[in-house]
């Protein structure tokens, strides 16, 4: 989105309502909901405010919540620097909870930030028909806001089972605390929310790039659906969106995600989260997050070609696990793309050759400030949905044209999967190297029901060969590693302080 639309300033900004009575008397010296949405140009400006939280979110905590956090990824050990519980935790599939709730700090953060996208668009949507402006800017405005709120609750219930639902600005402490909303109570709101927001938002070709559109939506509700496992509703939105949103896959699976400063919300992004480089703070560092330590400055600018090149020492994360790596079949053009090899001459590990997430590594100016975009859905995601939700229906043959496409980027043959059965768990295994990184994997092992299984060989394989899994001599998983096996992780701790219903 363009700089000058973001105002992420409203982050400050208390936009309170005020009772309808005569006696209610609105403080000019103050800003509040009820003095500021009076033009489409403040409504504009709230939109840009509820994506602002996707950057956090996506940079900081998301793929620790949803990548690292599954047999995908796990964490370079460096002894030197010490633990750092509340990620390392999600590792190693460890959370400490007890009686619902957790005081991980990566799971309060990842709740707070969707409900900063929930009270910002709660304030748009509660206000936005009451003012009068161009009817295509308005409709356009307020899908981007459904579909803000719908993506958050989204996230929400598949990371914690019940939330609160809240669909109108909070006024109070009192109600903020809402009881809490079993799933399929917020799978409805999430299901009208991005129904309405298909309707009113435009496609690709003629929305501004990067912000959410119809197809994006349209995306969204199919992936609600087959979480639902409600593959009939699934199907012709998938078919919709080929046949009528102009997408594509790139010719080159490399080039499905974006450099810092260039391809950027190309022909196979469905939606992305937008990231500038520069001195304007919209710029990540998710890069440097994911990259294996301790690391020279000689070792380091090859990937980042940087002209300040730092180095760093870390404990690193998002690691690709070998679990992955023998994942990939023979000739699968995706694995050189995705995974890179560095030799880290100071490490501690016996074995100085690691892995790294190489879609992320894209060169650019300044040590620890990027711009490259997170796919959050891509066209060769719609293809896996379209095959999932027509094989599970028996339409096991039609099923293939759509995960053979996928794979014939990928430089491989035509599946072999021709019963139902098979081709379940081979569209399981393509979405797993296809989507990897991406933030898929944690919610493909929970809405399958796969955790339990797929995690406990996990486990074993970790504990049973460290030196594997990136540890130096001497050093083994905690004890407590991988004895949190739940679907769902426990509400934030210092939220249920504020409210009894956790």
Request: aromatic share 10%; charged share 20%.
């Amino acid at each position: 989105m363009k700089i000058k639309y973001v105002a992420t300033w409203l982050l400050a900004i208390a936009l309170t309502g005020c009772k309808d009575d005569f006696l209610t008397v609105i403080p000019e010296t103050q800003l509040s909901s009820a003095i500021f949405f009076k033009t489409e140009a403040d409504f504009a400006q709230a939109v840009n405010a509820a994506y602002a939280p996707l950057r956090p979110m996506f940079n900081d905590r998301a793929w620790k919540l949803q990548e690292l956090h599954s047999d995908n990824a796990y964490y370079a050990r460096n002894i030197l620097y010490g633990a750092v519980d509340a990620t390392e935790n999600l590792a190693d599939f460890a959370v400490p909870t007890a009686n619902g709730v957790t005081a991980n700090d990566n799971v309060l953060q990842q709740y707070r930030l969707n409900y900063q996208i929930i009270a910002r668009t709660n304030q748009i949507l509660t206000t936005i028909d009451g003012v009068d402006f161009a009817e295509a800017s308005k409709n356009n405005l307020k899908g981007q806001a459904l579909f803000l709120r719908a993506f958050a609750y989204f996230d929400l219930i598949r990371l914690f089972g019940k939330v609160p639902l809240h669909l109108k600005p909070v006024q109070n402490r009192e109600e903020a605390a809402l009881p809490l909303s079993t799933a399929d109570v917020v799978y409805a709101q999430i299901e009208k929310d991005a129904k309405e927001a298909a309707t009113l938002l435009p496609n690709k070709a003629k929305q501004e790039p990067g912000r959410a559109t119809s197809g994006a939506a349209k995306t969204l509700l199919a992936n609600l659906y087959i979480t639902q496992k409600k593959w009939p509703q699934a199907e012709p939105l998938m078919k919709d969106v080929i046949a009528n949103d102009g997408y594509q896959l790139m010719p080159d699976y490399n080039d499905a995600f974006s450099n810092t400063a260039s391809n950027k919300n190309n022909q196979e992004s469905v939606f992305e989260v937008q990231y500038m480089e520069g001195a304007a703070g919209f710029n990540g560092n998710f890069m440097y997050q994911f990259i294996p330590s301790p690391v020279t400055i000689d070792e380091l600018k090859p990937l980042t070609g940087t002209s300040n090149t730092q180095p760093t020492s870390q404990e690193s994360n998002n690691i690709p696990t070998p679990n992955l790596i023998r994942a990939y079949e023979t000739g699968d053009k995706r694995k050189d793309a995705t995974i890179g090899y560095i030799t880290l001459s100071t490490s501690l590990r016996a074995d100085k050759r690691f892995p790294y997430i190489k879609k992320y590594a894209r060169t650019h100016s300044l040590h620890g400030n990027t711009g490259q975009n997170w796919p959050v859905y891509r066209y060769a995601e719609v293809l896996l949905f379209l095959a999932e939700s027509l094989n599970e229906q028996g339409k096991t043959g039609e099923a293939a044209t759509y995960l053979n496409q996928v794979r014939a980027r990928a430089g491989l043959a035509p599946t072999t999967a021709t019963s139902q059965t098979t081709m379940r768990e081979a569209i399981f295994k393509e979405r797993r190297v296809e989507l990897a990184f991406e933030n898929k994997r944690w919610f493909d092992l929970t809405r399958t029901g796969r955790v339990k299984e797929i995690i406990t060989a996990y486990g074993a394989e970790v504990k049973a060969n460290p030196a594997a899994y990136y540890y130096p001599a001497g050093a083994v998983p905690p004890p407590n590693a991988f004895t949190v096996l739940d679907d769902y992780y426990g509400l934030p701790a210092v939220e249920a302080a504020l409210t009894p219903h956790f």
